[in-house]
């Protein structure tokens, strides 16, 4: 919705496993300034967003290349994820934390959006906060204060990796 509000194309799918609850589910997004006409599977990505770093292996991982940027749901630091995924650029951000922190339990979504959203440069914080905001079912307000708080954890990992 944040891509829609900013005027770019997007299309979006999603492929579930077995059908029970805790079953991993992979979603997939493109973004372009133009339409989109391929409707086919995402075999190489760009950037993947890893809600649970158990998941970052095998069938996961055989999207990813080295140019692959990879936000995770870790409160390991990158340099562990250096060690134990060599040849990945893995930016890992707190999110249970942040969302508990922030009055949201065990929901991090808002918070793995705005790591995600800074990782890749878009959208824009504002833009993102605002649909949030707007659309979020309950607790507005926690749900932007954890997107714009790990949207800052990744800025200054990215800001410290550059140094």
């Known amino acids: 919705?944040?891509?829609f509000a900013e005027g770019r194309e997007v299309q979006s799918f999603a492929t579930y496993g077995g059908a029970r609850r805790g079953t991993p589910v992979s979603?997939?997004?493109r973004v372009h300034d133009k339409p989109i006409r391929v409707?086919?599977?995402i075999e190489k990505a760009d950037a993947l967003l890893c809600f649970d770093a158990s998941l970052l292996e095998g069938k996961f991982l055989a999207t990813a290349s080295p140019k692959t940027l990879i936000v995770v749901n870790s409160r390991r630091t990158p340099a562990q994820?250096?060690?134990d995924l060599p040849g990945y650029r893995v930016l890992p951000v707190d999110g249970i934390g942040i969302s508990q922190k922030n009055g949201l339990g065990r929901i991090v979504n808002s918070a793995l959006l705005g790591a995600?959203?800074?990782a890749l440069e878009a959208p824009s914080l504002e833009?993102?906060?605002r649909?949030?905001?707007e659309e979020a079912p309950k607790k507005e307000r926690e749900?932007?204060?954890a997107c714009i708080e790990a949207y800052r954890q990744i800025d200054a990992q990215l800001r410290k990796a550059a140094a």
Request: with cysteine; proline share 0%; net charge positive.
């Open 143 to 145: 749900n932007a204060a």
């Open 39 to 41: 409707r086919c599977d």
């Open 131 to 133: 649909v949030i905001t």
């Open 27 to 29: 979603s997939y997004i």
């Open 1 to 3: 919705m944040a891509f």
């Open 116 to 118: 995600f959203a800074r």
């Open 81 to 83: 994820f250096a060690a």
């Open 127 to 129: 833009t993102l906060t």
